[in-house]
């Protein structure tokens, strides 16, 4: 990981100096045609610079460039581009004339190019590589530094580079409260701290709280910081204890956290050895006493739990107000409980400002059916897991009045957090986002692989076969070599009201009833491989099905693999004939699910439509209800999904347009789309065609776009 990498990958930047030389036009004209192969080009500033290069040093150079690309797209270059043995093999000079002479005038067509994502040539939308600065690069640090989410495996790596090795942040100290989110605090202290280059005074700065505290220890370990997992905590050397215990010396009521994780906390004090430090250190040593002898104060939710037992509404709101995330997860707690809703009202506006956008959003899908019965109550827990969770116990609806005035009051709170932020232009929303979630905090692997937020419906293509795929790598998984995995796919069927109909699998095949396939055995291919199953959905339909929900199990856990996909085609019939390559495949999203068993995803056959879950099983369910066995229940599961109510991305976009925007009715009006197709191209081609009068500057987002989304709208 370097200056290089970094840049390129976050920002598709790079930053080079002009030279005395000249490269010569074959060369360039062909690397161009390469990049253009794989939807990419270079901006004009990139290429005057380039153009001074000598021959060799830009061949060297390129090829860097083409190994990221490589990375990022995930796919073999030498079947992709136009000049696989480049430069052996390269346009001639005619040619090359000729294509730069295209590019050039394409390039003089469109004005503002140093804001330009995206160059249209010959009907193609090409991704700009433009070229970049120090205090570009700089800021981009800083955006990781102040990101408003926990930051992916990658991130925290790019985060940890800038924090010890980038030049430029030798002498930067952030100031209190610059990192909005503790475990990249806890990420960016622990670098620090194992650096050698911190100080006590530096990370309180960052670090509040004990639990913030056991967050440093557990990254200086190399653990999970969202403390969802135990770590096995190092050995710490004597100057890294004495800083450890200093936080916990300077901490305001530490016990209730101490006890919050007490088994980690006796962990970590058997490495920190707190009986040397007693009288330097006596409040940490004390408190840390306490917790071996078991001596546990009155915790926050128990002091919640005590204002509602003794219904005391003042009692109750003042508590909550004092952390408004857990505040607002019990808004509906307190309304039902009889605190007044004026009250619930007034006491939120105190602290809205400290409540994230995310969780405001959580609360208008809430409310948003809290006037239905609700037979049962579904959500997710933070964690790397996606574990759902299914509540069987019924809500009665609230009073309309109220429900009105909750909702009124949030929407009101993010227009005015929206208004703040740079104007949009015009604006286009697709409706059909409405069947797409919000991007939730990041938790991918990688930077680089197609994601799509769980609980997000997608329409199924044009066609009567669908094919649901597995694609992994059988290469590097971690440090070890994964040689053969063992995969099972099948599709558990289920009629409208969810009864069970039938099972399909590599066991479990034919039927008289309906048409399938499945490639039974792996198709493998050099460090690659995948296993498909075909399903005839007019004969699934007259069957009765209305649901099929996708069961993948393995022998080990998804994160293990290098990657791993799963992605659905529309083929002529089960089996046909027609080539198939899942790396080449658009509709394929990473499969990130921790456990061995996964549901990810469950096919709508009557409305046609494919349910995105990524959703990760404790233990692998049986297919049919059995009776007292519902937490293992694949039809409780599924129709949890099913109904699940999520922050959509239509509300999202529709508040900020209404903050900051003008709403359209047409593409060729919008400076901004917003659609719920997963490939821009063909959106921006028709609102190039819809378009009246001067060429528009326009910006297509796509639900895949999780990265941007979450960056410049939550």
């Known amino acids: 990981m370097d200056l290089f990498s970094i840049y390129f990958s976050r920002n598709l930047k790079v930053i080079i100096a002009e030279r005395e030389g000249k490269l ?12 253009e192969s794989l939807g990419y080009t270079f901006s004009t500033k990139l290429i005057d610079v380039l153009s001074s290069w000598e021959r060799d040093r830009f061949i060297s150079w390129f090829e860097r460039l083409m190994d990221e690309l490589r990375q990022i797209k995930g796919i073999n270059l030498k079947e992709t581009l136009m000049y696989p043995r480049f430069p052996k093999r390269k346009m001639n000079i005619q040619e090359s004339k000729f294509y730069l002479n295209a590019l050039m005038h394409s390039w003089r067509q469109q004005s503002h190019e140093q804001e330009q994502r995206i160059l249209l040539l010959n009907k193609l939308r090409l991704r700009v590589i433009h070229l970049g600065s120090e205090a570009d690069f700089y800021q981009v640090g800083m955006d990781l530094l102040t990101a408003k989410a926990s930051l992916t495996p990658v991130a925290r790596e790019q985060l940890i580079w800038f924090a010890t090795k980038y030049e430029g942040w030798a002498a930067f100290e952030p100031e209190s409260g610059q990192i ?39 990254a200086c370990s190399d653990g999970d910081v969202s403390l969802k997992k135990n770590t096995r905590f190092r050995s710490f050397i004597r100057s890294e204890r004495r800083i450890i215990l200093a936080l916990l010396e300077g901490a305001s009521d530490p016990l209730q956290d101490l006890f919050r994780y007490k088994g980690r906390w006796q962990r970590l004090a058997e490495r920190l050895h707190p009986g040397e430090y007693r009288h330097r250190y006596p409040e940490a040593v004390a408190a840390l006493d306490q917790l071996q002898r078991g001596e546990q104060p009155l915790t926050f939710h128990g002091r919640v739990e005590r204002a509602f037992e003794q219904k005391d509404n003042q009692l109750i709101v003042e508590t909550l107000a004092q952390r408004p995330r857990e505040m607002v997860g019990l808004l509906d707690r307190m309304i039902r409980s009889g605190v007044p809703v004026q009250q619930v009202i007034g006491k939120m506006e105190t602290v809205e400002e400290k409540v994230s956008t995310r969780a405001l959003l959580r609360v208008l899908a809430h409310f948003g059916t809290r006037t239905e019965f609700q037979v049962t109550r579904s959500f997710f827990r933070k964690g790397i897991t996606a574990n759902l969770y299914v509540s069987t116990q019924p809500l009665r609806p609230l009073n309309v009045e109220d429900v009105h005035a909750v909702i009124s009051t949030v929407e009101h709170t993010l227009l005015k957090r929206f208004a703040l932020l740079p104007p949009l232009g015009n604006v286009y929303i697709d409706e059909r986002l409405q069947e797409f979630s919000v991007p939730s905090e990041k938790r991918r692997a990688s930077e680089f692989i197609r994601a799509l937020s769980r609980a997000s419906w997608i329409s199924l293509p044009t066609g009567d076969t669908v094919r649901f795929f597995l694609w992994w790598g059988e290469g590097l998984g971690g440090e070890e070599r994964i040689e053969r995995v063992n995969t099972d796919l099948s599709g558990v069927m289920y009629d409208e009201d969810w009864r069970y109909m039938h099972q399909t699998s590599r066991t479990h095949l034919q ?67 027609e080539m198939f390559d899942p790396s080449t495949v658009q509709e394929r999203i990473d499969l990130t699910a921790t456990s061995r068993s996964c549901i990810p995803a469950i096919i709508d056959v009557q409305e046609r439509r494919i349910l995105w879950c990524d959703l990760g099983l404790k233990r692998q369910p049986k297919a049919h209800h059995p009776v007292g066995d519902n937490k293992a229940d694949v039809a409780l599961i599924a129709r949890a999904m099913t109904e699940l109510k999520r922050p959509d991305l239509y509300t999202l976009f529709m508040l900020h347009a ?12 919008a400076n901004l ?29 796509t639900p895949l776009e999780q990265e941007y989304i979450m960056k410049q709208f939550l």
């Open 24 to 35: 010569p036009v074959r060369i360039l004209a062909t690397a161009l045609r390469n990049l």
């Open 180 to 218: 909005p989110v503790r475990e990249n605090a806890a990420v960016y202290c622990a670098a620090l701290l194992k650096a050698g280059r911190a100080s006590v005074e530096q990370l309180q700065r960052q670090l509040h709280t004990a639990t913030d505290i056991l967050r440093l220890a557990v």
């Open 511 to 577: 039927s008289n009833e309906y048409i399938a396939a499945n490639s039974r055995f792996m198709v493998t291919a050099s460090d690659e491989a995948a296993k498909y199953m075909d399903l005839h959905l007019p004969s699934v339909c007259r069957l009765g099905t209305r649901y099929i929900v996708i069961m993948v199990n393995r022998d080990n856990t998804f994160k293990d693999l290098p990657e791993c996909y799963a992605g659905w085609i529309m083929r002529q019939g089960p089996q046909s004939d």
């Open 658 to 669: 209404k903050a900051r925007g003008t709403l359209v009715e047409t593409l060729g009006m």
């Open 673 to 701: 789309v917003f659609t719920a197709e997963l490939e821009s191209n063909r959106v921006a081609e028709v609102a190039e065609y819809l378009t009246e009068g001067p060429p528009v500057e326009r910006t297509v987002i």
